[in-house]
Nanobody, 122 residues
Framework: VQLVESGGGLVQAGGSARLSCVVS????????MSWFRQPPGKEREFVAG???????KYADFVVGRFTISRDNAENLVLLQMSSLNPEDTAIYHC????WGDGTGKAEAYESWGQGTQVIVSS
């Protein structure tokens, strides 16, 4: 499958942003979807995942601030981010795991998007 992210950009601290990931080339409802991010100079980390049935999972550092959702009719996964802070600055990637469970382990995901950059200014 192919994944294309959009929605990144420059955001002020305390602000919000919404990232989108459009999926093509596969049966979207068969994939668990997740968002990962890679801050500058740091390792990639799990942000949020959503199972095929719509159950969401979150990294502790985004609980209460970020919301992941999916639209199976539009082959779309969204990440709504609020209360952003400079530590959220990163390249955000969406990833697809065929018949997966939304695990936070990056090695489980077969397909990745190219990423969209989010910069949060203080």
């Amino acid at each position: 499958v192919q994944l294309v992210e959009s929605g990144g950009g420059l955001v002020q601290a305390g602000g919000s942003a919404r990232l989108s990931c459009v999926v093509s080339g596969g049966i979207f409802r068969m994939y668990a979807m997740s968002w990962f991010r890679q801050p500058p100079g740091k390792e990639r980390e799990f942000v949020a995942g959503i199972t095929r049935s719509g159950t969401a999972k979150y990294a502790d550092f985004v609980v209460g601030r970020f919301t992941i959702s999916r639209d199976n009719a539009e082959n779309l996964v969204l990440l709504q981010m609020s209360s952003l802070n400079p530590e959220d600055t990163a390249i955000y990637h969406c990833a697809a795991d065929f018949w997966g469970d939304g695990t936070g382990k990056a090695e489980a995901y077969e397909s990745w998007g190219q990423g969209t950059q989010v910069i949060v200014s203080s």
